[in-house]
């Protein structure tokens, strides 16, 4: 399993961001995916998931403006940030659970000025 992530950048606070999160693998259509990011000198922390079933689940700090979505003809899961805040800059890494393994993309970095 290979999962390539892109979409980041530099934004201003307000703006928006899709991050886009691609697999190589056949397992897609099964397998639960989601988004975490990470910021300088803090954990890694769960953004926004869905299952293969199309459920999601959110943190509380992206409520109401991150969307997280999956499109299975093109094997991608998608994170939709609306009204970016300075607070969300971090790295994002697209995540997918198979067998028990979390698979990690690369990360892409987004950053929000005030």
């Known amino acids: 399993v290979q999962l390539q992530a892109s979409g980041g950048g530099l934004v201003q606070a307000g703006g928006s961001l899709r991050l886009s999160c691609a697999s190589s693998g056949s397992i897609f259509e099964i397998a639960p995916m989601a988004w975490y990011r990470q910021a300088p000198g803090k954990q890694r922390e769960l953004v926004a998931g869905?299952?293969?079933?199309?459920?999601?689940n959110y943190a509380d700090s992206v409520k109401g403006r991150f969307t997280i979505s999956r499109e299975i003809a093109k094997n991608t899961v998608y994170l939709r940030m609306n009204n970016l805040k300075p607070e969300d800059t971090a790295v994002y890494y697209c995540?997918?659970?198979?067998?028990?393994?979390?698979?990690w993309g690369q990360g892409t970095q987004v950053t929000v000025s005030s």
């Open positions: 869905i299952t293969s079933g199309g459920s999601v």
């Open positions: 995540e997918m659970d198979y067998g028990g393994v979390m698979y």
